[in-house]
């Protein structure tokens, strides 16, 4: 089993900065990819970010490609969401997400654990 928890989420004006954190449990870390999922109200959850297990393959959604960069730091057990520029339209519960799988994948169901999410809010 691996518990995941995000952090860093809150409040922000549009064109503001967040980092959120996803610190994990467990020995195996590095073996796990991890993917970034959002989910705003009356809206499906959709596909943030991934990265893969050594952090040296990263994916974005076409959403947020240049604004946001995923990495991690084995260490540590933790991934980092960085998010500059955000937007109104980045306002959502974001979820980090691992699977027992290196790589990166950008489908839901291919992840095995999920965080409880954190909120992050966009103001105009």
């Known amino acids: 089993q691996v518990q995941l928890v995000e952090s860093g989420g809150g409040s922000v004006q549009a064109g503001g900065s967040l980092r959120l954190s996803c610190a994990a449990s467990g020995r195996t870390f590095s073996s796990y990819g991890v993917g970034w999922f959002r989910q705003a109200p009356g809206k499906e959850r959709e596909f943030v970010a991934a990265i893969s297990g050594s952090g040296v393959r990263t994916t974005y959604a076409d959403s947020v490609k240049g604004r946001f960069t995923s990495s991690r730091d084995n260490t540590k057990n933790t991934v980092y969401l960085q998010m500059n520029s955000l937007k109104p339209e980045d306002t959502a519960v974001y979820y980090c997400?691992?699977?027992?799988?290196?790589?990166?994948?950008?489908?839901?169901?291919?992840?095995?654990?999920w965080g409880p999410g954190t909120q992050v809010t966009v103001s105009s």
């Open positions: 997400a691992a699977r027992t799988s290196y790589t990166v994948s950008y489908y839901s169901r291919e992840y095995d654990y």
